[in-house]
């Protein structure tokens, strides 16, 4: 009775386990694979570049480039990415300046005007990048058009004469880049232009003497594209 009941129970067993069994053979099979792994970008800032810009000008404190006025203009340059997250480049820039008539006033009402509508520079500059962006300070030197100093008392000529160099001089600053797509980058930077100072020489006696600055603070907005050399933003994995 036990081997009957035994053998019962087998070929049950066996009625449930073969159906399901065939079943997996026939099913297709599913292959599990890995997520591709994420890849970062890596973001390539060595290369040749021109672009345009826009900002404004402020005179320093006793400056005879006048309390502020709006420029625009271009500039271009070349960069080198090394061990691996600096930047060392090189960039020229030319502005052109609203205003071409500042002034100050000195002692027995003489004022004076400068007559200067143009900005250029020539600097190197050093960054250190997180990618997309570009920290960098930069400095060189500075030129600028010819004054054309002149002085009046109560808007009338008088005979004026003025030591010091009007047109070149230096600047230094930095700025914040950063690369928004494959080849294009904006940046904001400021930079402070000095060109000395002068000392009234020839003049109504009691502007004699009087000294001013000639320097100025700039904030500009620009949009460069860039000429890669490298070769085009890859990934890292």
Known sequence: MKKI???????????????ALAADLRAPQRYYT?????????????GFYIGGHLGGGFGGD???????????????????QFAPNWVAGVEAQYSWTSSNHNSLTFPGGVVVT??????????????????????????GYAWKDGDNLAAAVGGVPVAFAATGNHRDGYTVGGGLEYMFAPNWSAKLEYMY?????????????????????DDEHVVKAGVNYRFNWGGPVAGRY
């Open 5 to 19: 009941l035994l053998a019962t129970v087998a070929v049950v067993v066996l009625g449930a386990t073969v159906p």
């Open 34 to 46: 890995k997520a591709p792994a994420y890849v970062a970008p890596i973001y390539n800032w060595t």
């Open 62 to 80: 006793n400056s005879i480039l006048g309390s502020g006025r709006f420029l625009g203009g271009i500039q271009g340059g070349a960069d080198y």
């Open 114 to 139: 400068s007559n200067s509508d143009q900005l250029g520079s020539v600097t190197g500059r050093l960054g250190y990048t997180f990618g997309p962006t570009l920290l960098y300070a930069k400095g």
């Open 193 to 213: 232009y000095n060109f000395g100072t002068t000392t009234i020489v020839t003049a109504p006696a009691a502007a004699i003497g009087q000294r001013f600055n």
